[in-house]
Each structure stands twice: as C-alpha cells, then as structure tokens.
C-alpha cells in the first residue's frame, strides 16, 4: 500500500514494522543443503540466496489468477516461477496409508466413488473410466462457473459486490452444502483438499461465501486446462515444440467451449518464486525507497474523533531503543494487523469498528521447517516434491494431522537426498485455543530471529504423525503457528458485515487493510488494497500500478 501511495504522488509515508523484516506472513527461510546458512547478509545488507534454497514457511503458492503478483514480479524484474511438479496424494483411495496416488488419480477415484454411491449421474455412453470421470468433471465445473456468475457477479478485484439478499440465502449454509446441494459431488474431493490445503479452513464447516471467494471459475478452469493437457501428454511427445504450442491453444479452447472462458491458456495452475515471496517485498520497500521503522512496539493509537481535522497520534518504542517513547502525528491511519486484536493499540474504536471487528474469527496454520529421511512414496521420487494427505483434510477431528509437506530442494534444484532432506510441515487447527493456551487467537509474529514460541504439544503432535508415517530421524528446525485467515462466521456474512466494514473505510481517519478485511491470500490482499485506491481515491488501475490518469 505504501508502495502504490507514492505512485500517486503521496511522499510522506512512514511504515511502522512489528519485526526486523517486511512481508508479514511472506517469511522465507534460505538453508543449503545441509540446512544451515540462514538469512545470512552480504557485505551490501543484503540477503546472499545464491547458495541457498528459498524455504517459504508462509506465502508459498501463485495459482493462475495471480495477475497481481505476477505483475509485482515482472515491475521489479525478479526471477519468474518455477512450477511444482506433481503430488503426491494419500488417502484412503490408495493402496495403504503409505502409498500414494498422483493428483489425477486421487480426483479420478473420487468421482467413480461418487458415481458408485449414485451420487454422481454419467451419460450411458460414457463407457470407460476416462470418459466418465472427464464427463463428471466438465459438467459439474461449467456448473459450479455458472452458479458462481449468477451468485457472485462479475468481481473486477477480487472482493465481489455486496450481494442481495437472495444470493446470500442460496450461500446460507457450509461450503460442503453448497456443492453437495447444487449436485457438484463430482467437485467435493478436489475441493475438499484444494480449500484447506491453503489454511483457509475445513469445506464441512467454512461459510460457502468463502469457498466461492477462493475457488474462482478461472481457477477450476485452469484445473481443467491442466487435466486435459496431462492426458494429452500421454498421446504427443511432449517435448515438441510444435505439438506443444497447438495444445496449449486448443486445450484452452476446448476449454471454453465446455466450461467458459478462461483468462489465459494455463500452463500450470499452481507455481512458485525460486527467491521466495518474501523477495517481492524487501525488493519494493528498497526500490521504492520506502520509509521503514523496524521493530516498532505500538504504545497507543489515539485518531482524536473529537476533531476531524485533527492528527492521528501514535506513540511507539523502537527495539534500537526500547526505552525511549515517540510520539508522532499523522494525517491519516492505515491499519494492517489483525483487526479482531485492534483494541489493544487504537484506543478511540467506534462502536461500530468494534462491533464488526468482534466478530472475526480465525484458525491456526503452523508449518515447521525439518530434516528427516526421505518419505516412502513421496520424497524418494523427482516426480512428487510436494504431499497431501486428503483424507486430513475432512473436518475439524483432523485437527493437528501433518496433511501437507513441501520439499522445496527437489522443486528449485531438482536435489534428491536420502538422508537430511529439509522439508517444510503443515498443520491446520480450527479449534486451538483448547490444544494450547499458546496458539489462542492473538496477533503474534515471528520475533526478530525468525522464531515464534514453541507450542510443544504441536509439535509433540507433528513427531507423531511423522512416526505413524515411518518418517525416521526427524529433527526440527523451527516451527511457525500463525494466527491464520481472520474471517466471518455465517451469521455476520449473512448480515453483511463484510462489506459494511469496506463501506466504512476512509471515515475516522482510517483505512483498515490486510487479511482481516477481505480474504487471507495475498493475491486478495494486495487486490483489496487496488480496490480501495480505486474507489476512494479514483485511482486508475493497470497491471497492478496506479495513477490519477
């Protein structure tokens, strides 16, 4: 945001950081291969990742709707995606619990389950297991795109409209509901994974108004895309240049035609940045010249609503000087931390801030970086660096499982170690506060040596699961719980409280910006910060910068 403010113009902008960093949950850890070198500087300041693998123990992912990300990579010419290759998939559709399938098998076994439960209807033509499973995913994808125009709208950002109250009766109810209501069964298996996967929470239990915000018609399209263009992979060559550059044209066409229109002949749905997301911010905020205060403790926040033409006062600590107070004044507030947790810093809220922002919820992700011997059926394979264990992924009793893990050395650099292989974990808790008094929702961040409290019982849990899964000689390298995907329960949707908190920014001198108040993704976050300075300042919007053109 402060980036985009002095595009416009605006020059006496001041950030004030929490941590010794920039990038909120954008936090890459740079390790060699023996999974040491971390975050070390050069002569310069800089941080050297020539030697190093980009360790991303936040943001990770781009999926093919990043248009504004992919911008902020090409503004500020970094290094472009690299895209993971395959996943292993575990679940109770496999051999064992210790043998995986590939993601279009997992998808393939879901539907013909569905179609065997009659919960899933195929032309009779469709004889074979291909056609019916092709069938089943094209019908029920160009239903979900149409039922999501007619609820949704056309979203130029990424925050829709504010819906009439008919669209929100057909949401009223899980995400789980809405697909199995409006006959998309064909669609619960890869939703079932493809939502919590990302932290954004269980599809038995999330309000569908979330689900319908993060699953866009472009991303199931570019699933669509990818599905067909894997098949064909297994008819051409696909090392031909020709046959490569027709397929992606008529896979995208064909695609169209069965299931509507999709922005760009997809290549990879899902990609990542070989120097890591955080690269993205330290890159702008020194490009940009931004001014940065790190280590920032806020003290109080007073907005002085008595006067409207009076200045925000804030008074800080620095960790360069914790003891010293300074207090300063400012035109106008923009608040990016956790909103439920407002209070403690801004002592003057409204009642109707308060009221809105009482009402957010939100989950714990944790990932743990680790180094163990190479998983059975995962990381003993080049084909497979990244693992989801879907059937971990059903509802809140899975609480804690190890249900994702990435091994980021065999994506970047194609390195494939027996032993000491440095992975990153994941965990997801919908219901934390009742595991650890440690993980209750809060606004913690990683202090300034990049490490958050250790919440044993967690990792007690994760050791399990990895033992459970003969995962031998594990050794934890960090741990990382965050307070993750603030967002509305059901009932405030349905009242409309999202967008009653878009509709009060700008007033008591206050923006209120990040996670909280739209969606958890950065792709939602840097859009929602477009779409403020576009509608509120009038600013023109293109390919992610802005101008008063």
């Not at 050297?48 to 093919?64: I, K, P, Q, R, Y």
């Not at 509507?260 to 120097?275: F, I, N, Q, S």
């Not at 957010?360 to 497979?384: E, G, M, N, P, R």
Request: proline share 3%.
């Amino acid at each position: 945001m402060a980036s985009r403010m002095k595009q416009l113009g605006y020059t006496n902008i001041r950030v004030l950081e929490r941590t010794d960093r920039v990038g909120g949950k954008s936090l890459t850890l740079y390790r060699n291969y023996t999974g040491e070198c971390i975050q070390q500087k050069d002569h310069m300041g800089k941080v050297d990742t020539s030697s190093c693998v980009a360790h991303e123990m936040g943001t990770c992912f781009l999926h093919n709707g990043y248009h504004t990300i992919r911008d902020l990579v090409d503004e500020y010419n970094l290094s472009w995606v690299v895209a993971p290759e395959g996943r292993a998939m575990f679940s109770h559709y496999a051999k064992d619990q210790w043998h995986s399938q590939s993601m279009h098998d997992f998808v393939s076994a879901s539907i013909m389950d569905g179609i065997k439960q009659k919960k899933i209807s195929v032309p009779f033509w469709a004889l074979t297991e291909e056609l019916k499973v092709s069938v089943a995913l094209v019908e029920a994808v160009a239903k979900y795109n149409a039922l999501h125009k007619e609820i949704v709208g056309e979203v130029e950002f990424s925050m829709p409209s504010r819906l009439p109250q008919e669209s929100l009766e057909r949401i009223n109810m899980t995400f789980l509901e809405f697909l199995e209501g409006n006959d998309l069964h064909a669609l619960s298996g890869f939703l079932m994974f493809a939502h919590a996967a990302q932290g954004y929470g269980y599809v038995t239990t999330i309000p569908a108004f979330y689900g319908l915000w993060w699953i866009s018609p472009e991303l199931l399209n570019g699933y669509v895309q990818m599905s067909f263009r894997q098949q064909l992979e297994s008819l051409y060559d696909p090392h031909s240049t020709f046959l490569q550059s027709i397929r992606g044209r008529w896979v995208h066409d064909l695609t169209w035609l069965m299931v509507g229109g999709t922005a760009d002949v997809v290549k990879r749905t899902t990609t990542m940045l070989p120097e890591g997301y955080q690269k993205i911010w330290t890159t702008m905020a020194e490009s940009d010249a931004l001014d940065v205060r790190y280590g920032v403790e806020i003290l109080e926040i007073d907005r002085q609503l008595h006067d409207p033409t009076a200045p925000v006062r804030i008074k800080y600590t620095q960790s360069s000087n914790p003891t010293e107070v300074i207090e300063e004044e400012y035109k106008f507030l923009i608040y990016s931390g956790p909103h439920a947790h407002a209070h403690k810093y801004v002592k003057d809220l409204a009642t109707e801030e308060e009221t809105i922002f009482s009402q957010l919820k939100s989950f714990v992700l944790a990932t743990t970086i680790y180094k163990s011997d190479q998983v059975f059926d995962y990381t003993d394979q080049l084909d497979a660096p990244i693992m989801y264990s879907a059937d971990k992924m059903s509802g809140p009793h899975q609480d804690g499982t190890w249900y994702a893990d990435r091994y980021d050395a065999a994506i970047f650099s194609d390195e494939l170690a027996f032993r000491n292989q440095t992975r990153v974990g994941y965990q997801f808790y919908e219901n934390f506060c009742e595991v650890d008094s440690l993980l209750c929702d809060s606004d913690r961040t990683p202090n300034q040596n990049f490490h958050m409290e250790v919440s044993q019982k967690l990792l007690d849990k994760f050791r399990a699961e990895l033992a459970e899964q003969r995962v031998k000689n594990v050794r934890v390298l960090g741990q990382y719980p965050w307070p993750y995907f603030h967002h509305f329960p059901n009932s405030a949707v349905m009242e409309g409280l999202p967008w009653d908190l878009f509709e009060m920014q700008g007033s008591r001198k206050t923006w209120w910006i990040g996670a909280s108040a739209c969606f958890e993704s950065v792709h939602d976050v840097t859009n929602y910060n477009l779409q403020l300075l576009q509608s509120y300042l009038g600013a023109t919007v293109s390919k992610g910068r802005v101008s008063f053109e």
